[in-house]
């Protein structure tokens, strides 16, 4: 079953604009991180989170945890038509190494 | 350092046959993850391996099986496939240490005809 949920499931925004997803997750959680994949290929880490962090920035991506909601938000500022892509926020499941949980991703579409 | 790599990229098989799919991890990482997306369910965990050990495994049949060699490399087989097996196969490599960050290989895409 799926650990993660994004919201919304598809957004569509103008080049320059601001892109927010969100991504709701069920159990604890040590880290939440964050993916893209663009169409049909593999994917691409973006940023991880630790549990006791409340925000991180990377470049145009800013990602806020609020592990009492067992909540997370991407933000992606300035977009451009590259960040056109499905993103995915994964939590490791407790006790099984390797085995990250995937929700079913939000997928972007930056009109330039 | 080179990244992940899959091999092959496509694949059209019949049902009833069977594949192997193979994964080279980035140099250094000692634990390969094989997980199987779909449009329906979506990213799904097959299994885990670490130093040739299967640690973890996912909610899939018996008929998914994999194996790890000592040079970390890893290969995951289907036997007996059914139409349901048409998927994007997809390897994440990482060091192992638990709950970090994985880098993924490009995917293979198999098709059961």
């Known amino acids: 079953s799926q650990q993660g949920e994004e919201d919304p499931q598809a957004l569509s925004i103008q080049e320059g604009e601001n892109a927010t997803m969100n991504c709701s997750y069920k159990t604890s959680i040590n880290n939440l991180q964050w993916y893209r994949q663009n169409s049909g290929r593999g994917l691409v880490h973006l940023i991880l989170?630790?549990?006791?962090?409340r925000e991180k920035h990377s470049g145009r991506l800013r990602v806020t945890l609020d592990t009492s909601k067992k909540s997370s938000s991407l933000l992606i500022t300035a977009s451009r038509a590259a960040d056109t892509a499905s993103y995915f926020c994964a939590t490791p499941m407790m006790g099984s190494q390797g085995n990250l949980i995937f929700g079913k991703g939000t997928k972007l579409s930056v009109k330039p | 350092k080179a990244g992940v790599t899959q091999t092959p990229r496509y694949l059209i098989k019949t049902r009833g046959q069977q594949v192997t799919l193979s994964c080279s991890p980035i140099?250094?990482?000692?634990?390969v993850s094989w997980y199987q997306q779909t449009p329906g369910q979506g990213l799904q965990f097959l299994f885990e391996?670490?130093?040739?050990?299967?640690?973890n495994k996912g909610n899939f049949p018996g008929r998914f099986s994999g194996r790890q060699f000592s040079n970390s490399r890893s290969e995951m087989n289907v036997s007996t496939l059914e139409l349901g097996d048409s998927a994007l196969y997809l390897c994440?490599?990482?060091?192992?240490?638990?709950?970090?960050?994985?880098?993924f290989g490009p995917g293979t895409r198999l098709l059961v005809l």
């Open positions: 994440a490599s990482s060091t192992g240490q638990g709950g970090e960050t994985q880098y």
């Open positions: 989170i630790r549990s006791n962090e």
């Open positions: 140099s250094g990482h000692r634990s």
């Open positions: 391996y670490f130093s040739e050990t299967q640690r």
